[in-house]
């Protein structure tokens, strides 16, 4: 039997946390051996359950890299701008490298990443989660079996999610470009990421991009409104109401996402949240914070032999996260609407649906894309355990093309032109 992997958890927030549940579903398999984060409540909350000695918890993962190596691999789960500076130099040092997307906020610290990875022998897993998505993979499978002939087009949709979009990107972490990264990177790396591996060996050769912040600004304020949403007169009329999307919550007994990310050095109760929502970024009006990323977004492509491809982000919708894409064939189509996967033979006209197993274990099965994460960490893990980087979905040259796709994309919307794509020597 092989021994654990052990791992030292740097960025103790709601990523780090959820891929270290790992550990306490599959001891056997994963130990947290070391933690990094700058915050106590969440340093000490994760020690305590993974019972870490308190030589091996830090506040800086700095710390780490001035150590004798103690562990087989890190999660790197911090904000998007302090990706870079651990990942390297924790690759040098030895260490096996999860690192949550996007890779970094520049594409020459990407490629950093990368090359580093690569020169050192590492392995590298960015979390582009949805590729472990056991129908993500399904369509895969699909594509690469010939079963709609070869591909002609792409379309694919995320929808973001109301009050998602105004968590995370009016009043949340990845609000202000400057402080974290434009929108399609933060949010979409994903689904280029996607569209680039259902692709397949073809490069995509040109792209352009359109979108901008719609809504979300002073402008549009109601009249009487106020600057936080406890204080405000028309709050019960707004649907971006901070009482309605976490005080609410709270009050039902809901303390996961999003509430959980709201009170940052306490269990959230009625008491902590209303606090934070009082003195917090989570409370502010939607209409009067720094936010500048874009809320609505469309990328066209074209690789080669002619495969095009579309995506389009929005923040204003129902359903959060819950992709939809069409793939259009020589042979036939597949479909995929969040739920299920449906494949049109055009030949004998017939719909056939595909299903997979979604059963995962403990908190990984409580929706979002806890299934996704769950398989992420469980390929990581099998990697690092045999020594196997093929046993990932996508390696760091893979995984550095997709986000190459992503910075070119945004480079056409800011230049508003369509941008021919560079090769990887370029």
């Avoid at 690759?91 to 970094?104: D, F, N, Q, S, T």
Wanted: aromatic share 8%.
């Amino acid at each position: 039997m092989l021994s654990p992997v052990k791992v030292i958890v740097v960025g103790a927030g709601s990523r780090g946390e959820t891929y270290s549940d790992f550990a306490s579903i599959h001891p056997d398999r994963l130990q947290v051996v070391g933690i990094a984060d700058p915050r106590l409540f969440a340093r000490k909350k994760l020690q305590e359950c993974h019972n870490v000695p308190e030589e091996n918890v830090f506040d800086d993962w700095h710390c780490i890299a001035e150590r004798e190596k103690f562990a087989d691999a890190v999660f790197i789960c911090t904000p998007d701008r302090l990706h870079k500076e651990p990942a390297v130099a924790l690759a040098r040092k030895g260490y096996h490298i999860l690192l949550e997307k996007p890779m970094a906020v520049t594409l020459e610290d990407c490629t950093e990443i990368a090359e580093t990875c690569i020169q050192t022998g590492v392995i590298l897993a960015v979390c582009h989660v949805l590729q472990y998505d056991p129908f993500i993979r399904k369509i895969k499978v699909l594509i690469d079996s010939g079963a709609i002939g070869d591909v002609i087009h792409i379309q694919h949709f995320e929808p973001v999610g109301f009050y998602h979009f105004a968590h995370s990107f009016v009043r949340g972490n990845w609000r202000n470009e400057a402080e974290s990264s434009f929108a399609l990177l933060a949010k979409s790396c994903h689904d280029l990421d996607l569209i680039n591996h259902w692709a397949g060996k073809r490069r995509c050769i040109k792209v352009s991009s359109f979108g901008s912040l719609n809504h979300f600004q002073k402008e549009n304020k109601p009249p009487g409104a106020a600057s936080r949403c406890l204080d405000c007169s028309v709050e019960t009329d707004c649907a971006y109401s901070a009482k309605k999307i976490y005080l609410d919550r709270v009050k039902k007994g809901w303390v996961r996402w999003p509430v959980s990310v709201v009170c940052r050095n306490s269990i959230p109760d009625i008491e902590s949240v209303t606090e934070a929502l009082k003195t917090g970024p989570y409370g502010r009006c939607v209409y009067e914070c720094d936010n500048d990323v874009c809320s609505n977004q469309v990328v066209n492509m074209e690789f080669e032999g002619g495969l095009t491809a579309s995506f389009s982000m929005v923040a204003f919708t129902e359903e959060i996260c819950l992709r939809k894409t069409s793939i259009q064939g020589s042979k036939g189509e597949v479909t995929y609407d969040g739920h299920e996967i449906k494949v049109f033979d055009f030949l004998t006209q017939i719909s056939t649906k595909h299903t997979v197993d979604l059963s995962v274990p403990g908190s990984f099965s409580k929706g979002g894309h806890g299934i996704a994460d769950y398989h992420l960490v469980d390929a990581f893990v099998s990697a690092v355990a045999n020594g196997n980087p093929l046993m990932i979905q996508s390696g760091p040259k893979e995984t550095l093309a997709s986000h190459r796709l992503v910075f070119e994309a945004e480079r056409s919307r800011l230049e508003n032109r369509v941008v021919m794509c560079a090769t990887e020597h370029d």
